[in-house]
């Protein structure tokens, strides 16, 4: 809650980076314990290492560019680029998640659901998310946009091409695999701070 208060103020940025990290770690953490393939070995990045109780491991994977933002020159344009780098990949995944809405409802209309979304706000939710990706590379009016010197469109680039990358890293141990014969094997372990984690192998196809 303290850095929650902190990253209210105005200009304490630092406090504002480091609320972020402080979830991201655990973003990082669930993400290693599903079986997403870390660099190294998931058992250490879905840990609660060393403590047993906080996952200082996920910390770890967002402490380099927490560091960076916090300490590099120019730090307004570095922390104004990087969260506008981080909207336009929040828009393409709420674009997808309705467009998937949109589908289910489409193909498998027999699916039982706890709860429906109300039409109106599906469509407006579409809506929305298509003007902010559109709107994204519209010229502004002065030709600069909100991080000069770095031109207005650069984060749009960037935050598709973070998109791309991870697309082209799922694909290397997922996709790659299965074209020279292998299949990735999902299997359940506990960690000795009770963690469980999903540890994949590949597996020959017979």
Not at 140 to 152: S, V
Request: aromatic share 16%.
């Amino acid at each position: 809650m303290t850095f929650v208060a902190l990253s209210a103020l105005e200009y304490v940025v630092p406090a504002n980076v480091i609320t972020v990290a402080f979830s991201a770690a655990r973003v990082n953490q669930e993400l290693a314990k599903e079986g997403i393939s870390f660099p190294f070995s998931n058992r250490f990045w879905a840990s609660n290492w060393p403590t047993g109780k906080s996952p200082l491991p996920g910390y770890i994977i967002h402490l380099i560019p927490t560091i960076v933002i916090i300490i590099a020159p120019h730090r307004r344009w570095l922390i104004l680029s990087s969260w506008t780098s981080r909207d336009n990949p929040l828009q393409v995944i709420n674009f997808a998640i309705v467009v998937g809405l949109f589908w289910l409802r489409w193909r498998r209309p027999d699916i039982e659901r706890p709860f429906k979304v109300w039409w109106p706000v599906a469509i407006f939710f579409l809506a929305a998310s298509t003007f902010l990706l559109v709107a994204t590379f519209l010229r502004p009016a002065n030709r600069i946009g909100d991080t000069p010197p770095l031109p207005y469109w650069l984060y749009c680039i960037v935050g598709i091409a973070v998109l791309l990358f991870g697309v082209i890293y799922w694909a290397g141990w997922r996709v790659v695999p299965r074209w020279l014969g292998y299949e990735l094997v999902p299997q359940k372990e506990v960690l000795s701070d009770g963690t469980v984690v999903t540890l994949s192998t590949y597996k020959k196809i017979q």
